[in-house]
């Protein structure tokens, strides 16, 4: 395999890594917060993804202002979740099964709904994208420069956030004790809302850099939430970085598989990948192997 | 006429279907996302026994309800021991699995065209080939089942089940082997799920990887949660009125394009009013309450 | 040696903070053991060491001459350690009866082979079951109760229940955590009998508490646990005497939680 294969391999899979990152950094928050499995975290990614589509196709707008609408739309869809779902019944102390089985409901609700008004083909954007960039024989599209571009700001701006605000180590604090967090004073609600949105915006910066790449189908949030959902295990529960490792390697993955094996078999390989590390490594590649506590 | 024994067919089946995951989600506390990945297996092993390898369908039955089960022991053995969300997302990968594998491994399963032209069933030479005729032999091998199921959840086995989907912890401070038992249930309602599949095999005599996927499952699951878990109206009430469903939306005249969305629309929204409102479903006992 | 519990320098940490350090004793068969101490002082983990659910970094784990340290909580449950804990596990699916049978049915009965094709002999074990659940329920005072959802029992109750399981299973040592913590003084009093008949029983068992007149009045033997380990041990009339003792252990402790 030459330097320029690998090379273009290799950044064919950043790029597609980078979209996936950003989306399971989302999910992650909500995840590591909230111990929710936000499975709906799937359809904010794709109504926020045709949101962006018709305000550039149907309505025309400027790009800056269809960005908004995804932005904006994706975190409505992600606070109603919490507020009409989640919240109550995490208030009534449901059992996790519940909690799981309401996102999916609420995932097939949308789904189909989008299907119907959306209808069930891909749609694509006509955009500029005919714009490539090449360095030193490798070819690199806008929207991939875009998506490496975005991954890099996102992850410095986590970083520090987390590090040195206060909302960054209040959310540390309630993701490693929520029992703890509550007794000390901070407004679980009020974090559980910043999060829903902030992990939501997520969701819908991926979802429109994957609408200006490949277009869009009803489906498409579902492999998505799919994806996010291996890349925190895969990253490291504890730690909401570790997503974003996931995601990376995850593409990285898909890329140099599709090299190898014909691209059919990649969904197989990435739930194997799954299954390994649930069961082998459960506390993902950043993660600190924790003693069980007793279960009792 | 041939219609409604058509239903009645397939109402036999799922019923099977859906007691039998009953077992895991009412009675063990288990949530598996991959119940239709066990139909499929039974499905096309009890196909592929028969179309290619020409076994007797009695056979084919046997073996498929052992393979399937067998399979799940690779699932639960390693997973059991998981805790509830991780336990529930491996059941999401090995569905996932099966259906990629069943849809890609086109020399074994015919890939995404399948497998057509399954050999019918016969019994004392007489071919089992009308709706009519299939409904009553899917309605004896479904009955027995369902009879076992239970008689299963009536003895002691069932009381530790349900002992397990209660508190696990107080389980094992009983003297419960709390892993053992989830793999048995396990075991029990993939074996059901196989020889489910084996009886829609040899009726439709057409198996294709399309009908195995994650949204059956979530359809089986949706079956249990809206009719009722823990008990054993629950699932009937669940599997008629699924079912039902599509054929009234029929009735009503739903344009082709969009009917299969409505559909799954209606059966989204029942699981998250069910689940959301009333855990019990209509007909069922098991609350999903933490105890 | 007449020991039925015994431990060897077991100790235990979590995450590089000691919950148990070196702690040694032994139960004598149809002993009482009380074990107090401060919130925090690692006695839950104790008990967690003893029944299985927590495996110690160190030292040994002994029922009777066996060594039971690597074997698994329902293992230890069958050969006779039973637990109560702090909430009182039940099971709220069922109701008090069906709770009474499981808690009797061992492994044989609870097999695929014995409920296909044992009929006859399951519904004899089932007459004897029922005849020994209603015995223990009687013993505890839930009679009334029995066919009741266990999930619409009152605290006090469900503890019942649970110590009705404990009995109707046999275990020859019990490891009480908090029996009385939660109760109105009838229900403690109704319990304070019944762990008193406990010993004419001829069990053994080990009870954690925090209400020392409690304790003082049930058992034989005390030990005293502060910061994970073994602050005193002693007889109860002495102990029970040695209030400046006392008072070192829950004024001057770092978690310092008076009872």
């Known amino acids: 395999m030459g330097v320029r294969v690998l090379s273009q391999l290799l950044l064919n899979g950043l790029a597609a890594g980078s979209i996936f990152a950003i989306v399971s950094l989302g999910f992650a928050l909500v995840y590591g917060t909230t111990r929710t499995l936000h499975i709906a975290h799937g359809i904010v990614y794709t109504i926020s993804g045709y949101l962006f589509l018709s305000a550039i196709t149907s309505f025309q707008f400027p790009l800056f202002l269809a960005i908004l609408t995804g932005v904006v739309g994706a975190a409505g869809v992600g606070v109603l979740t919490e507020l009409v779902i989640y919240r109550p019944l995490f208030k009534r102390n449901a059992h996790s099964a519940i909690t799981l089985i309401s996102s999916l409901g609420i995932y097939i609700i949308l789904q189909n709904l989008a299907a119907i008004v959306f209808g069930n083909q891909t749609r694509i954007l006509n955009y500029h994208t005919a714009n490539a960039y090449i360095f030193g024989g490798v070819v690199l599209s806008e929207v991939q420069l875009l998506g490496l571009v975005s991954v890099i700001v996102i992850t410095l701006s986590y970083s520090v956030t987390f590090k040195y605000t206060?909302?960054?180590?209040?959310?540390?604090?309630?993701?490693?004790?929520?029992?703890?967090?509550?007794?000390?004073?901070?407004?679980?609600k009020l974090y559980r809302l910043m999060v829903f949105a902030l992990g939501s915006v997520l969701a819908g910066i991926g979802?429109?850099?994957?609408?200006?790449?490949?277009?869009?189908?009803?489906?498409?949030?579902?492999?998505?939430?799919?994806?996010?959902?291996?890349?925190?295990?895969?990253?490291?529960?504890?730690?909401?970085?570790?997503?974003?490792?996931?995601?990376?390697?995850?593409?990285?993955?898909?890329?140099f598989s599709s090299w190898v094996l014909s691209s059919r078999w990649q969904s197989a390989i990435v739930f194997v990948i799954l299954t390994t590390f649930l069961l082998f490594r459960p506390e993902g590649l950043l993660g600190v192997r924790m003693r069980l506590e007793e279960k009792a | 006429m041939n219609y409604v024994f058509h239903l009645l067919t397939l109402i036999s089946i799922y019923l099977l279907l859906a007691l039998s995951l009953n077992i895991l989600v009412g009675y063990t506390g288990l949530l598996s996302m991959c119940h239709a990945a066990f139909l499929g297996i039974g499905a096309y092993i009890s196909a592929i026994l028969t179309l290619k390898l020409g076994l007797n369908v009695v056979a084919a039955f046997a073996l498929a309800t052992l393979s399937t089960a067998s399979v799940s022991l690779l699932v639960s053995f390693p997973t059991v021991r998981l805790k509830g969300d991780y336990f529930v997302l491996s059941t999401f990968a090995f569905q996932i699995i099966v259906f990629e594998i069943l849809f890609n491994w086109t020399s074994l399963t015919g890939g995404p065209y399948g497998l057509r032209g399954i050999p019918r069933v016969s019994i004392f030479g007489q071919l089992v080939d009308t709706p009519a005729k299939y409904f009553v032999f899917s309605g004896v091998v479904s009955g027995l089942s369902i009879l076992l199921i239970i008689v299963l959840l009536?003895?002691?086995?069932?009381?530790?089940?349900?002992?397990?989907?209660?508190?696990?912890?107080?389980?094992?401070?009983?003297?419960?082997?709390?892993?053992?038992?989830?793999?048995?249930?396990?075991?029990?309602?993939?074996?059901?799920?196989?020889?489910?599949?084996?009886?829609?095999?040899?009726?439709?005599?057409?198996?294709?990887?399309?009908?195995?996927?994650?949204?059956?499952?979530?359809?089986?699951?949706?079956?249990?949660?809206?009719?009722?878990?823990?008990?054993?109206?629950?699932?009937?009430?669940?599997?008629?009125?699924?079912?039902?469903?599509?054929?009234?939306?029929?009735?009503?005249?739903?344009?082709?394009?969009?009917?299969?969305?409505?559909?799954?629309?209606?059966?989204?929204?029942?699981?998250?009013?069910?689940v959301f409102f009333r855990p019990q479903g209509i007909a069922g006992e098991y609350r999903f309450e933490k105890t | 040696m007449n020991?039925?519990?015994?431990?060897?320098?077991?100790?235990?940490?979590?995450?590089?903070?000691?919950?148990?350090?070196?702690?040694?004793?032994?139960?004598?068969?149809?002993?009482?053991?009380?074990v107090i101490g401060p919130n925090g002082s690692g006695k839950t983990t104790l008990f967690n060491i003893i029944s299985g659910f927590v495996k110690p970094?160190?030292?040994?784990?002994?029922?009777?001459?066996?060594?039971?340290?690597?074997?698994?909580?329902?293992?230890?449950?069958?050969?006779?350690?039973?637990?109560?804990?702090?909430?009182?596990?039940?099971?709220?699916?069922?109701?008090?009866?069906?709770?009474?049978?499981?808690?009797?049915?061992?492994?044989?009965?609870?097999?695929?082979?014995?409920?296909?094709?044992?009929?006859?002999?399951?519904?004899?074990?089932?007459?004897?079951?029922?005849?020994?659940?209603?015995?223990?329920?009687?013993?505890?005072?839930?009679?009334?109760?029995e066919d009741s959802p266990a999930l619409s029992l009152s605290y006090g109750e469900t503890k019942l229940l649970a110590i009705a399981m404990l009995l109707v299973r046999d275990s020859k040592v019990l490891l009480l955590d908090e029996p009385i913590s939660g109760l109105d003084i009838k229900m403690r009093e109704s319990i304070l009998r019944l762990v008193k008949k406990l010993k004419t029983l001829g069990k053994s068992v080990v009870i954690i508490e925090h209400s020392l007149d409690f304790v003082f009045d049930v058992s034989d033997r005390i030990i005293i646990f502060k910061d994970g380990g073994k602050f005193h041990e002693g007889l109860a009339d002495e102990t029970r005497q040695a209030t400046s003792l006392l008072r070192e252990v829950y004024l001057n402790s770092s978690h310092a939680t008076v009872s």
């Open chain 3, 57 to 145: 970094d160190v030292g040994r784990v002994l029922l009777g001459a066996v060594d039971v340290t690597k074997l698994a909580p329902y293992k230890r449950a069958g050969i006779g350690i039973g637990r109560l804990f702090q909430d009182a596990r039940v099971f709220s699916g069922m109701s008090v009866l069906e709770n009474m049978l499981v808690a009797q049915q061992d492994e044989h009965e609870e097999s695929l082979f014995t409920a296909f094709l044992k009929w006859s002999w399951l519904s004899k074990r089932k007459v004897e079951e029922l005849a020994n659940a209603r015995y223990w329920l009687e013993f505890v005072g839930l009679s009334m109760k």
């Open chain 1, 166 to 188: 206060r909302f960054g180590k209040t959310l540390t604090a309630i993701s490693s004790n929520p029992l703890l967090a509550e007794v000390i004073g901070i407004d679980i």
């Open chain 2, 154 to 274: 009536k003895a002691p086995f069932g009381r530790v089940l349900r002992a397990v989907r209660d508190d696990e912890i107080a389980a094992e401070a009983m003297g419960k082997n709390v892993s053992l038992v989830k793999v048995k249930s396990f075991a029990i309602a993939a074996a059901c799920a196989g020889l489910a599949g084996a009886l829609l095999a040899h009726y439709i005599t057409y198996v294709s990887a399309t009908s195995f996927t994650l949204q059956d499952s979530i359809f089986l699951l949706s079956i249990v949660l809206v009719g009722g878990a823990g008990n054993l109206r629950g699932p009937i009430v669940g599997t008629v009125l699924l079912l039902l469903i599509p054929e009234l939306l029929l009735f009503l005249g739903m344009p082709d394009t969009v009917a299969p969305n409505v559909r799954r629309m209606i059966y989204g929204l029942l699981l998250v009013g069910f």
């Open chain 1, 207 to 255: 979802a429109m850099l994957s609408v200006a790449d490949v277009g869009i189908d009803p489906n498409v949030g579902f492999s998505a939430v799919l994806i996010a959902i291996v890349a925190v295990i895969v990253g490291g529960v504890r730690n909401f970085g570790g997503a974003i490792l996931g995601g990376l390697l995850l593409g990285l993955l898909q890329s």
């Open chain 3, 3 to 34: 020991s039925v519990l015994t431990l060897e320098t077991v100790s235990k940490s979590f995450g590089g903070v000691a919950a148990v350090r070196d702690v040694s004793f032994s139960l004598k068969d149809a002993e009482l053991l009380g």
